[in-house]
């Protein structure tokens, strides 16, 4: 009886710590996680040692014990997690209820086959299609939102696996176990099923606040567009206006080059002649693409780099109707073009340029952006993109990007050398 305890709280840290491993976001290489995971797991088994060989009658070195291993398990997560907070403990605590729910299974089916092999199988068995399921239906979804700020509360849904974990504690394990009250089982089997739909309650909370949220942005995003459009005729409406009073005061400079001609002022017709073509250029509307919501929202982008004085390079070539979501692309260019504003806008005059080229076609997109940079550029170890240094509640274009990215099945690459920063986008259809 002893070393099936001891193996079955052994299987149970193994697939503990592989959970672990696989579902956080590492903050150091795999190498250095991996030595982590294994030497937390090692802690537990010797730790286990003690309330199941050497004091296996205190109920108050199990109570310990169990704390401090709880302690031991989460630090873990906290430790290796990319990002050391509510969610990481959300994710450790999770994975904790549930090992502890195939460790329970097994137990029962210890009791009722009195098959020590059997059982350890089974243990076996069972850990591994509960994680080979999380793995397979959860591990995406996980860390697609785990990059996310939309969410402001997982403190309080790490109050969920707290009440569960405790509840398993005091039904399966302490401070009488399955084996001295198999009457618990029934019950227990019951609360393993509950935990189970209340996580899947929980996934779609959550997934319901993430598209509120994205709901959220795009109508932020409209709104732009909208401004943007609004800016945009205005400055055609302005232009009309500048050429009907140009076009209403040609017969005037007519007759005045007409003088001029006969007087022989050459010298002044130049000069009214230039003025002419200097208010012609001043009324014209800026296009630098053939569809009017990209070249709205480069338009008022231009007219912002010119605030900041920054130089823009632009290379770009965009056709009237796209291959993708016209508004999805003018957000695109519009992140990228605030991203690298916000790098270079306190620099030296001579530092102050991004380089740009957009190019769509209707069988591929290619976005290049080039800048320089002083301070340093964090990256995301798991997306490889750049990382907001403002923490949370940034870094919100950055995902847009990516997002449309990932829909159009493009790929993003970016790199820091001698001093510039290159981002590229590109999509072939």
């Not at 306190?346 to 102050?352: I, L, Q």
């Not at 940079?373 to 403002?390: A, V």
């Not at 509640?393 to 970016?414: E, L, W």
């Amino acid at each position: 009886m002893e070393y099936f305890k001891n193996i079955s709280y052994l299987i149970s840290h193994i697939y503990l710590m592989l959970f672990i491993y696989l579902f956080v976001a590492h903050r150091y290489s795999k190498r250095t996680t991996a030595a982590v995971c294994f030497s937390a797991g090692m802690i537990l088994t010797l730790t286990d040692c003690l309330k199941l060989n050497i004091l296996p009658e205190s109920d108050l070195c199990y109570l310990i014990v169990t704390i401090v291993q709880i302690l031991i398990t989460q630090s873990t997560v906290i430790l290796i997690s990319e990002n050391r907070d509510s969610k990481a403990l959300f994710l450790g605590l999770s994975a904790s209820n549930y090992v502890i729910s195939g460790s329970i299974l097994a137990a029962v089916l210890h009791i009722y086959t009195g098959n020590d092999a059997l059982a350890l199988a089974g243990s076996f068995l069972t850990h591994l299609i509960i994680l080979v399921l999380l793995y397979y239906k959860m591990k995406d979804l996980y860390f697609k939102w785990y990059g996310k700020e939309y969410m402001k509360n997982w403190w309080e849904l790490c109050l969920i696996p707290v009440f569960f974990y405790c509840g398993f504690s005091f039904l399966a394990f302490f401070p009488h176990t399955l084996y001295e009250n198999p009457d618990n089982i029934p019950g227990t089997i019951f609360f393993i099923i509950t935990m189970f739909v209340s996580y899947v309650v929980v996934l779609r909370y959550v997934e319901s606040e993430s598209n509120r949220a994205g709901i959220y942005w795009k109508n932020v995003l409209f709104e732009s567009y909208i401004k943007g459009l609004e800016n945009h005729s205005h400055l055609v409406e302005q232009a009309e206006t500048n050429l009907r009073i140009l076009r209403h005061d040609m017969r005037h400079y007519s007759s005045m080059i007409d003088s001029l001609l006969t007087q022989g002022k050459y010298e002044e017709i130049r000069k009214l002649t230039a003025y002419i073509n200097k208010v012609t250029d001043e009324n014209k509307v800026p296009k630098y693409s053939n569809n009017m919501i990209v070249n709205s929202i480069i338009c008022e982008t231009m007219d912002w780099a010119h605030s900041l004085d920054i130089s823009v390079n632009l290379d770009a070539s965009i056709p009237r109707e796209l291959p993708v979501s016209e508004y999805e692309l003018a957000a695109v260019i519009a992140n990228l073009f605030e991203n690298a504003f916000i790098c270079v806008k306190d620099f030296k005059k001579e530092k102050k340029y991004i380089n740009a080229k957009v190019h769509c076609a209707q069988d591929h997109l290619l976005i290049q952006m080039e800048n320089e940079y002083e301070n340093e550029i964090f990256f995301d170890p798991l997306t490889g993109l750049p990382k907001s240094r403002q923490g949370k509640n940034h870094g919100v274009g950055m995902q847009s990007i990516s997002a449309f990215s990932d829909k159009i099945g493009g790929n993003i690459g970016c790199y820091c050398e001698n001093g510039m920063f290159h981002i590229m986008l590109f999509a072939k259809f």
